[in-house]
């Protein structure tokens, strides 16, 4: 199994088929699972993680338990 974190979107405010994020704890807030994500305009930091505050989040997050080549951007 890869446990390796995908890349960030390049321009996520287009293209979210490279996003992943997950709900932490209640559906208010979503960590994003990428790495590098302090080049991404919609992570904040929070702590050791970073909150995706991505208008498209809750897609975000449903496509992040698909497999790739079913994500829709």
């Known amino acids: 199994m890869d ?3 995908p890349k960030c979107s390049q321009n996520p405010a287009e293209d979210i ?6 709900w ?3 559906e ?5 699972l990428c790495q590098g994500p ?3 305009q919609f992570a904040l930091p929070f702590g050791y993680a970073f909150l995706c505050q991505h208008p ?3 897609e ?3 496509n992040t338990s698909k497999p790739l080549q ?4």
Do not use: H, L, Y
């Open 3 to 5: 446990t390796k974190k």
């Open 60 to 62: 975000i997050v449903d």
């Open 17 to 22: 088929s490279e996003c992943r994020a997950a």
């Open 38 to 40: 302090n080049t991404c």
């Open 56 to 58: 498209r989040v809750r």
């Open 28 to 32: 208010d807030f979503a960590e994003c």
């Open 70 to 73: 079913e994500v829709q951007v």
């Open 24 to 26: 932490m704890g209640q």
